[in-house]
């Protein structure tokens, strides 16, 4: 699974990068929790937790089915 989700955050990134930020995957949980960092101008971003839950959570819960959310670390 872990596998599966870098290839949805690697198709993510350039966007983020595109306004000067980036995403980093940490971790998958066994039960299907994923943890990221954000970075550059994400990780001061006021609109960061928006970001994290209505573009990177969703569209990973549409691409793999078995990610039950996404939390932000760091």
Known sequence: ???K????IDEIRPQ??????DIELIEVTGDGLVRVRLQGACSGCP??????KAV?????K???????GVERVG
């Open 62 to 68: 549409r691409r793999v089915p078995e990610v039950k």
């Open 16 to 21: 983020l990068q595109a306004d000067g930020g």
């Open 47 to 52: 609109g960061a937790a928006m970001t994290l």
């Open 1 to 3: 699974m872990k596998e």
């Open 5 to 8: 989700v870098q290839a949805v």
């Open 56 to 60: 990177v959570e969703s569209l990973l």
